[in-house]
Structure formats: C-alpha cells, structure tokens
C-alpha cells in the first residue's frame, strides 16, 4: 500500500505562524537562540531544559511571543512523555522539535584511552539518546496529524576527526546516522527530519577557555570567527519553515571549516 503524495507548498506562503515547536536546551546559547527566533517568526515555542528558562521565556513574551517554560531531563524517557502531556494540554499539538540540548565531556580526557565509563555515558546518554528519545516521544502524534518536522543537532565532529572529543564524536555521529535512518523511515508519513552540524559557537560551553583557545578556534574556520548561536537558529527556521523537500540531511553550519583543506 503507497501513501498518498506529499503536498507540494509555495514557497512564498512558507511561515511558522500558528505552529507549536517544542526546543530542548532553551535555557541559553544555541537552544535559546531557536526558541526566541522560532517565537519570531510566529510559532508557539515550548522551552524545554532541565535547567530554568523563565528568562527565554520572558525574553519571548517581552518581544510579543508565545511560550511556555517545559522542564525535562532528555536522558531520561518518563520525562519525555510528561513534557510532550505538557506541550500538546496547552498548545494542543507538536508540529517541530528541535533536539538543541547537549553536553561534552568535563569529566575526564574525552580520548578512547583516557575516558572514563561513567563520563562516556553520560555523553552518549545526553547526546545521542536525548534525541532518540524527543524523536519517539514526539513521531507518533506528527504521524497523527498528517506530518511534522524535526532538527537534530549534530556537530562538526561527527564529520571530521578532532582532538580530544571522542565521546562527543561518537555520539554526534550517532546523531548524523540515526537523523538519515529516520528521515527514510517516516517521510512516508510527511515527518520531515534533517540535523545541522555546527562549528565552534559562542556559547556558555567556551566561557573557561582561554585568549589563545578561542582565537585557534576562531581561526579554524574560513570564515575567521566563532559563529553565533542565533545563525544555527536561522538554519533551524530554515529547515522547519521552508525545507519542505529537504529529509535525512546532516547540514554544516561551520563558517567554511568542513571544506577547508589541511593548510
């Protein structure tokens, strides 16, 4: 039995208007940055973390938004289930997730020799089974309601070997291979699911390090600077407003870095 055919949208009607996006990681950096421009171009935004985020909120409200605090701890499936309860009782519905939340290892040495277990399980919990867990918590209703979309974030290690994130590596890899099966298990369902892999952002994670860290990691880039939390946050509007034939992408938004070559 086929599905029916994917409606074909005008791209000059593409807009954000009146849909529900629940955002993890929207306490601050990347996860903040798509919850308040998500709010922007008129959704309702569901700001999901374990830590606070009354002040996304208040942000969002101030600008004319709509949104709503949501705690949840992505490592864990209970969780899940109680923030979605929560989102679909006031919104009434999902229609885009995007898997922001992540963490790297502070544990230990993050190489395949110097890691600890428990700092590598909490990497991959975190990482890759967050977003495995927003996917299944959130698939069933879009499936429902006739289709949804889905933004994962990945990383650029998980498309180039770099010093010292194997954990990260591993599981942001994990994030890239688990984004292309799904987008091929659900798109006959009009689930549309794509990742962003990021280069070196401004986020509170680079707060300790120092001068000369940031500058090697500006410098990384052909575009020579950190790039911004708020441009991830335009590719996820991207994918959730226009990408209406785009599934199972893993886009780099790195300022360059994947295509530079070793000079």
């Given amino acids: 039995m086929t599905s029916p055919e994917s409606p074909v949208p005008d791209p000059r009607d593409a807009t954000l208007a009146g849909s529900v996006a629940l955002v993890t990681g929207a306490a601050q950096g990347i996860g903040r940055a798509t919850a308040v421009r998500l709010a922007a171009e008129g959704a309702h935004v569901a700001c999901a973390d374990i830590r606070d985020t009354a002040d996304t909120v208040k942000q969002i409200e101030a600008d004319g938004g709509s949104a709503r605090g949501v705690w949840v701890d992505v490592r864990r499936a209970d969780a899940w289930s109680e923030a979605v309860d929560d989102v679909v009782a006031a919104f009434g519905r999902v229609d885009l997730l995007a898997n922001v939340a992540g963490v790297v290892n502070l544990q230990s040495e993050d190489t395949v020799t110097g ?94 390090i120092t001068p000369e860290m940031r500058q090697a990691n500006a410098d990384a880039h052909l575009v020579r600077r950190l790039g911004r939390p708020e441009e991830i946050a335009s590719m996820v509007a991207y994918f959730f407003r226009e990408g209406a034939f785009l599934t199972g992408l893993t886009y780099p938004v790195d300022g360059g870095w994947s295509v530079k070559g070793n000079f």
């Avoid at 006739?146 to 890899?173: E, H, Q, T």
């Avoid at 099966?181 to 009009?190: G, K, L, S």
């Fill in 115 to 208: 890691l600890t277990e428990e700092a590598w399980d909490e990497v991959i919990a975190t990482d890759l089974k967050g977003p495995w867990l927003g996917m299944r918590a959130v698939i069933p209703g879009m499936i429902e309601q006739g289709g949804g979309r889905i933004v994962n974030i990945s990383s650029l290690a998980a498309l180039r070997g770099l010093p010292n994130l194997a954990s990260y590596s591993a599981a942001k890899g994990g994030v890239a291979a688990l984004t292309r099966q799904a987008a091929f298990e659900y798109a006959r369902h009009h689930v549309l699911i794509n990742a962003i892999a990021p280069g070196t952002i401004d986020t509170p994670i680079l707060a300790d």
